[in-house]
Every structure is written in structure tokens, then in C-alpha cells.
């Protein structure tokens, strides 16, 4: 699989994200509170892989956290399947609002599209392994392209890919195997010279993805086809519209951002929300809006409205009014 062919950022239903360069974990690794061992493509921390050398993996190694760290992962997304493994320690993990506390042989799957953190705020004493693995999604409807060097069988490989992307469970109870193969690729890491050990990475990658497929069957968890349809990724770009609402959205661009044409995501917003796309988008600035007065009454008007997408404060009046029945002034009197 050619490099160029993957896309460069994380195109969210909401936003653009790129590549997160995990700033809070450089730091603790210059203050000397974690000792981190990687091999990385896309700006991730660690040791640059060359351009050319497994292009498909953004970052695999390991950190070990003794001690009271002082920081944690805010809320991202990878450009790749994430897998996780807590060998030792335990930590707080987050995705999508929901919180699990994680402890030692513990495993984590994470989706591109899926929002997620590591620590609340702050990690736990940990040693975390990970493989971010680059498989050309960013949506749930996109097809997974797996690497050329993946040697499970193309019914292994459907089936690995069903088991992960119609199923969210985050995290899992791991088995040995699965702690060997990420203890092996430590190794690798921590010892190997890439070019060196570029086939037994590969092999080691191989047996994980294996050994996972082997621990989905067993677990059999419920698959839910509607997980990988080209509605549910509307759905997820309607409901993060309200974090990016300063956004100069057009219907052409909320519509790209779902890889659709601009009457087919009408279609979409109109059977979800019962509203088009300028009336949702609409009523989910003026909600907004209207929590900015109550909890920040010290805002001027233009400073709320432009901080919730409308152009000028004249128009931001004029719908508002038209919404709410009230003027911004009125409302912000009442509120305060």
C-alpha cells in the first residue's frame, strides 16, 4: 500500500484533527517522570521511523510512569486503530465521556473516530504499551485498508474488521498472548534498530492482530451493522457540531466532511434532527449563545456572537430574536 494513499489528518464529522502530538507526555519525559520508548511516523513522540519504513504505523512502543505523575492525555483522536495494554499500574481512561478505570492486563481498542483520554486529569503510576496502526479511515462508513504485509487470510481479515468497527467496546479484559506480543514488541523497541528489525516487528504485529481477532471470537461481542453506515457518521457530525460552532460552515462543507453530496446530507439531517442543516445549525449556535449568557455575563454581545458562529452582531440580534422570541439584550439582563 502506497504512503500517499492515506490521508494526512483525522477528518472528523466535526472538525479536523490532526495528528495528536501528545505535548503533555513530551513534557513529562524532559522533567524526567516517564521514561518513553517509541517508533513513530506523523509527528508522535519518539524515535522517527524512516519516511519510507512501515508507513502504516504511526506510533508503536511503551511508557513507564513511577511514582505521581503530574499530567495526563486530554481528549483526542489517533490517525489509526489504537491498541492499549496496561502491564503494571493503574490509570483512569475515558472515551466519549464515558470513564474506565484501567488496571494492569487491561487491553484498549480505539476507533479514529472515537474521542478519548488518558488520566482524569492525571495518570495513574503506569506501564502502558501501544500500537496506533493506520488503516485509512477517519469515519465509520470508510473501507478499511489493511497493510500489504498483514498475513492473515482475506476471511480473517473481514472478519477482523467486522469485529472492530460494528462493535465499540473499549476496553477488554486481555489474555497472555496478547500481553506476550505487546511485551515482544517492547523489546523490539527498546533494544532494535528499525531497519534491523523491521520483519519482526511486522511478525509481532501480526500475532497481536491475531490474538486478537482469537479473543473477539471467543468473546463473541454484539456487532451492530448500523455502527459502519454513512448515516451514523451524520449523526456523529451533528453531534459534534456543538464544539465547533465558530466554524464558517456551508452546507457544501458540512456535507464534504461526511463525504457526501449536498442533497443526500440534507436527506440525512432531515430524517435525524427533523430540521435542514441551516435550521440545525442555526438553533445549535443560538443554544449556545444563550448557555455563553448565563454562565459569562461579563461578554459583550459581538464578543457571544462571534464565539458562536454569526458574522456580525447585528444578525446574531436578528435571528436570536427570531429564535427565542427575546432580544440577546433582553436575555442576557434576565439571565445575569
Known amino acids: 500500500m502506497k504512503p500517499a494513499s492515506r490521508p494526512a489528518i483525522f477528518l472528523s464529522p466535526g472538525a479536523t484533527y490532526h495528528a495528536d502530538r501528545c505535548e503533555p507526555l513530551v513534557q513529562a519525559v524532559e522533567r524526567g517522570e516517564v ?17 519510507r519504513l512501515l508507513p502504516e504505523i504511526s506510533t508503536v ?6 511514582g505521581v ?13 489504537e491498541l492499549t495494554f496496561v502491564s503494571r499500574g493503574r490509570t483512569a481512561f475515558l472515551v466519549e465521556g464515558e470513564r474506565f478505570p484501567l488496571e494492569s492486563g487491561h487491553l484498549t481498542v480505539t476507533r479514529p473516530w472515537q474521542k478519548h483520554k488518558v488520566g482524569d486529569p492525571h495518570i495513574g503510576s503506569t506501564r502502558l504499551h501501544w500500537l496506533i496502526l493506520d488503516v485509512g479511515v ?6 478499511w485498508q489493511w497493510p500489504d504485509w498483514l498475513i492473515l487470510s482475506p476471511a480473517d481479515r473481514r472478519r477482523l474488521t467486522t469485529m472492530l468497527s460494528q462493535n465499540e467496546q473499549p476496553v477488554w479484559r486481555a489474555n497472555r498472548e496478547i500481553a506476550e506480543c505487546f511485551e515482544r514488541m517492547a523489546g523490539l523497541v527498546r533494544t532494535g534498530e528499525p531497519v534491523a ?22 468473546r463473541n461481542p454484539t456487532l451492530d451493522p448500523h455502527l459502519v453506515t454513512t448515516r451514523r457518521s451524520v449523526e456523529m457530525f451533528l453531534q459534534a457540531l456543538d464544539d465547533h460552532l465558530d466554524q464558517p460552515w456551508t ?22 434532527t427533523n430540521m435542514t442543516p441551516a435550521a440545525f445549525l442555526t438553533q445549535r449556535r443560538v443554544g449556545a449563545a444563550q448557555r455563553l449568557f448565563r454562565a459569562e455575563p461579563g461578554l459583550s454581545i459581538t464578543e457571544v456572537a462571534l464565539r458562536c458562529g454569526f458574522q456580525s452582531s447585528q444578525y446574531f440580534a436578528t435571528v436570536f430574536r427570531q429564535v427565542t422570541g427575546r432580544t440577546p439584550r433582553d436575555y442576557r439582563r434576565a439571565a445575569g
Open 251 to 272: 452546507l457544501e462543507e458540512m456535507a464534504e466532511r461526511c463525504g457526501l453530496g449536498r442533497s443526500r446530507f440534507a436527506d440525512y439531517c432531515r430524517e435525524i
Open 197 to 218: 528489525a523491521q520483519s519482526r516487528l511486522q511478525v509481532r504485529i501480526n500475532e497481536l492482530l491475531l490474538a486478537l481477532l482469537d479473543l473477539l471470537t471467543r
Open 61 to 66: 512502543g511503551y511508557w513507564n510512569a513511577t
Open 35 to 51: 521514561e518513553l520508548v517509541a517508533w513513530v511516523h506523523r509527528g508522535y513522540p519518539g524515535r522517527a521511523l524512516p519516511a
Open 138 to 143: 477517519r469515519r465509520p462508513d470508510q473501507p
Open 69 to 81: 505523575p503530574g499530567w495526563g492525555l486530554d481528549w483526542h483522536r489517533n490517525e489509526g486503530i
